[in-house]
């Protein structure tokens, strides 16, 4: 019998982020992306929504819907929340029933663990490849509704023994994109002999981990699924130190013996209040005569040039996936900001969460970054009107500024979207009624359930593991260029 | 700074449920009970749907609504659940989409925890007065719709001080009924001088918990809200031991630092996996035409009598409500049997949960008792055609059956509503992929959270703590009768 629930996997486990005994370096892991570049890419022109092929028009409802009525469908939307600053709107929206699974199969190589990597090649991809979960599958995909091959490793996850699965949880995707998307988000261990697949490579937790600096190029389904990794007591691999104390304080925040600015349940409660009070109204609109939108056969976009726009996308791939196909894509105007806000509190850092209402969101609100917003909207703006905290996040100094990366959107249905992560440390622990500090093991707690945060804290929840797989390299006693290149150690 | 997720009033702290100090008897209670039930009654008589006052059919969907456009409306539902015995159905469905407040109002006398009671007699009552929580409103009722007073002690959990709140998550209810329904469930504690309004009680939570053993008398809303209580690890406020070890089982199994059959994270993964493969599609439907369901001008019921049946209630009450008035509800052919097996696993009580799929609830399904039935629904089926562990529950012998009452569904929505209560001990820790066994440490800590029991569930952990309470009347050492008919000590 189980006495704790106790977790195999946990991220501060000595062992789980050491630089000894991976089984390349990065250097090599670049060459070979490069390599599998040539052979694996998609190759991507922007058509007119008219022109797509397999996809209809409701003559109802104007709905874009492919003709096997599957994969997804672009809706209308029109939503109401009572009291927001804007009560009403319309807009176009993804609906994608179908809940996919997001897979990382780990396994150890000298008692480190790496993951089973896919170089994928998605047509909204910036910057070519990107690093993909080992199976990123809608059902369409593994019932074979795309006429493509069979999805490599998926058995790995639909028929993992329970004590393989370290994580295992239903989450939200892009509340203002997508109408209550969830995909299934797995980590899974294996002692097999797992062959690398032509695309796929095995790299180390730390390794995926420090990849996150590289811009667009751990792609979101990655991170979404690592920022669901299980934290667990008392592990510490290394003394830190060699910084000015942040790195200490973001180990503590990472440990559930930790203490938190508010306990657990209050978190809870302030969730349950706000869910409760605010009344958000969905309901479908015909896309056609969307009020704020216009289309004119090529697109659908705001009248006032903002926010994004559905385009219509025709792909030439190679690889594994099939040779082409046409399909319509959200286009945004200007890259997105996410940013988060932490503080030292008693030693243990915090995260300034915000409690964000979307209309896409199976629950009302989910948990967001403390800034989640595309600037430009707000530029003409005077500071009343603009979000909170986002003047001190652009002003902070580079001192301030613990991590900056540009990281994408899921390429497969977002075109060239990319979102501006920046970590920002400040020494004033603001209070705002919207907003909370939390540090990481409270993040951890309710990341093991659905519902809790939005997709973009997640990838933010992943960048502070990011920080924390640099630690280790700097305090291994090897140093970085060292570990980097040890020699092959591939089990 | 909080160390720990700590809990004020944790049920298995010494003290919670010690018999001292309570502000008065049962005996006392009963005869209060009996005194209220002259002042505070509803008359209520079955009339048809279309002599509602106040409520209309919507031209087109043959929709049920009050004129007002809040309180609740009876719509159609198509539903259909993929692979399911009955795959697809239509049916009648409560949709109240106000998410309103079930509190329960606690007060430390003399060190022990009591319950601020209603006696409420809601026109679907059977029994007449039933035991409702502190506050039991819809957000129609505290902002006035219906016309009535304001709503006593509301403040109290609309403007309780964080550190106050012991428990705040809004549960289900019947998702066979109600389309996605959710209240929120509050304890919160207090130290004012609050004084008792005409119809309020202070009650030991030891005697609340007691009272389940009386037919129809704790209603639905106390219990789910009961569940809610939370549990800390070392409180065992007494040495059990006068049974056969059923207690001393039952409170390690309410031990949070007690051991469980499976982990945490694999009764996470199975609800995960459960709720991904499942394909649950609801959509409106027109009540008038609803395929299987007849209805004459007095009614709504199935073709078959089976199931349960949509009538019209005319009510007049005295008391705090106003005076008269009409509604729709609903009612059950036979009463319903809900009945949880358990078992001991290495000294720990499990209970048998059953994963079910329902079409109101909001995320496809939720852990249901072992059982959740209409017997007669099977009468005639052989038993291959009867529900798992059915048989096994309804010939066990007195020896094995641990709890047996009948309680009563929300008398303000259900008439005359009520389900045989059943906890029954086995000696056989079956396997079924669709149940798991789960002590009540690992119920609690998913009753945290919302969207993980439905209410028949919670109702019968409400139940096992009614069952702790039993026990620590038997082992205080005045004894039972001592204790009941100790001197007032109200503060």
């Known amino acids: 019998m ?82 927001a600053p804007v009560a009403e709107w319309c807009q176009p929206i993804i609906n994608q029933p179908e809940t996919g699974i997001l897979g990382i199969l780990i396994k150890e190589f000298g008692g480190v663990p790496h993951c089973l990597m896919q170089l994928k090649a998605e047509p909204g991809n910036r910057g070519g490849l990107q690093l993909s979960p080992t199976v990123q599958a809608t059902r369409s995909n593994y019932t074979g509704v795309h006429g493509g091959k069979a999805v490599p490793y998926l058995d790995y996850f639909r028929q993992a023994p329970a004590h393989r699965v370290i994580a295992d949880i239903r989450q939200s995707e892009q509340g203002s994109w997508f109408l209550r998307k969830r995909n299934r988000n797995m980590i899974v261990t294996t002692t097999d002999d797992v062959p690398e697949q032509d695309g796929f490579s095995w790299l180390s937790l730390r390794q995926v981990l420090r990849l996150l600096r590289h811009d667009d190029l751990v792609n979101m389904d990655t991170r979404t699924v690592l920022s669901c990794l299980p934290l667990a007591p008392g592990g510490r691999p290394r003394q830190p130190g060699r910084d000015d104390g942040f790195t200490a304080a973001l180990l503590r925040s990472c440990d559930p013996a930790a203490g938190s600015r508010h306990p657990g349940r209050e978190i809870r409660s302030w969730i349950t209040e706000v869910r409760s009070r605010t009344e958000v109204d969905v309901e479908s609109a015909p ?157 951890a707690g309710l990341l093991r359930h659905c519902h809790y945060l939005n997709v973009q804290a997640r990838s933010l929840v992943a960048c502070l593991y990011g920080l924390l797989a640099e630690s280790a390299a700097r305090d291994a006693t090897t140093g970085t260029a060292a570990a980097d290149g040890a020699p092959e150690q591939k089990g």
Chains 1, 2 share one sequence.
């Open 2 to 83: 189980a006495s704790t629930d106790a977790l195999e996997l946990p991220l501060l486990t000595p062992g789980v982020l050491s630089p000894r005994y991976e089984t390349g370096t990065l250097p090599e892991f670049h060459r070979m992306l490069a390599a599998a570049g040539s052979r694996i890419f998609t190759r991507t022109e922007r058509i007119a929504l008219e022109s797509l092929d397999g996809w209809h028009r409701d003559p109802d409802s104007g709905w874009l819907r492919h003709r096997s009525g599957r994969f997804f469908s672009i809706e209308g939307l029109r939503a109401r929340v009572a009291g």
């Open 287 to 443: 896309l056609d005569r969307l009020a704020g939108w216009r289309q004119d056969g090529r697109s659908v976009r705001h009248d006032s040039g903002r926010f994004f726009e559905v385009i219509g996308v025709r792909v030439e791939s190679a690889g594994r996936e099939v040779g082409g196909w046409t399909q319509p894509m959200l286009a945004t105007v200007e890259d997105g900001l996410l940013a988060l806000l932490v503080t030292r509190i008693d030693g243990v850092l915090h995260a300034l969460m915000h409690l964000r209402v979307e209309p896409g969101l199976v629950d009302v609100a989910e948990l967001a970054p403390t800034v989640q917003a595309t600037v430009g909207n707000y530029a003409e703006l005077p500071a009343a009107a603009r979000p909170p905290f986002l003047d001190e996040v652009l002003a902070a100094g580079p001192e301030a500024i613990r991590f900056d990366s540009m990281l994408s959107d899921e390429g497969g249905r977002f075109f060239q979207v990319s979102n501006r992560h920046l970590i920002v440390e400040t020494g004033t622990a603001h209070r705002h009624p919207d907003y909370r500090w939390m540090p990481v093991h409270q993040l």
